[in-house]
């Protein structure tokens, strides 16, 4: 994704250093937005891309992709009118509880989400919802943690982009569903926290459709040159809003259509 040709290489190398910095070292680091008022959204994704090479050298390996910014709300907070999108890496799947310490996360928050998980490619433009379908092997129940290393969750949409979409960690349920069938929009998600009822919402909280949403990242990615491929997750969007989530907690959430439960998955924080 290319910088603004206006704002220096060394600069975007400079912020994608210091939020790898603080990745790794735990802290927090002024609004990126604050610190240089002239950085646009294509400065932040060169930024994102930065932030991630720096990743990648280090031995991590990029396995998908997340949707962020899907709903309304936070659209309106962060004064955008799409979506946002960052990278998946191995080192950031968690099989099992999830280890704040050992995940050096800061603040983080829970989103309960449906992952759709690739046998085929999808390179946009022009990838609709159908094509999404059409490639996907299965879609699965997921807790996206969202984190920020940007100082108290203050972001605005420069920030969170360059902050690899304030992704943490995620976790997927054991089930694989088949999508062919499904009424995605209307799939339900109940959420518990701790065993007590927390949130609940539907597919269609998600850019109306969860494979609409994939379509999105497809087309947008496209113009990158970036595709997604044979074997990514992709985080579709939270279908709830975002909870904090501390040492101790347990989060739940069951899938569901008319006919029932179709799976679960546990976000377990120690």
Known sequence: MPADKNVPNEKIGHYGAALYDALRTRKTIAPLIEQDASLTLDDAYAINLDFLSRRVADGEKVVGKKIGVTSKAVQDMLGVHQPDFGFL??????????????????????????????????????????????????????????????????????????????????????????????????????????????????????????????????????????????????????LVPLAPAVKGDRFEMTLSNADGPLGTCVANFV
């Not at 108290?152 to 069938?181: F, H, M």
């Not at 209307?186 to 998600?206: D, I, M, R």
């Not at 109306?208 to 992709?234: E, F, H, K, R, S």
């Open 89 to 238: 890496t191995d080192w950031m799947h968690v099989e099992g509880d999830i280890d704040i310490d050992a995940k050096a996360l800061i603040a983080p928050r829970a989103e309960a989400e449906i992952a759709f998980i690739l046998k085929s490619s999808l390179n946009g433009p022009g990838v609709t919802a159908a094509d999404v379908l059409a490639a996907t092997e299965s879609i699965a129940p997921c807790f996206e943690i969202v984190d920020s290393r940007i100082d108290n969750w203050k972001i605005q949409i420069v920030d969170t982009v360059s902050d690899n979409a304030s992704c943490g960690v995620y976790v997927i349920g054991t089930e694989r569903l088949d999508p062919a069938g499904l009424d995605l929009p209307n799939l339900h998600v109940a959420v518990t926290k701790n065993g007590a009822p927390l949130s609940e919402g539907y597919g269609h909280a998600v850019q109306g459709d969860p494979a609409q949403a994939v379509a999105w990242l497809a087309n947008t990615l496209g113009a990158y040159g970036v595709t997604l491929d044979a074997g990514d997750v992709i985080l579709s969007g939270s």
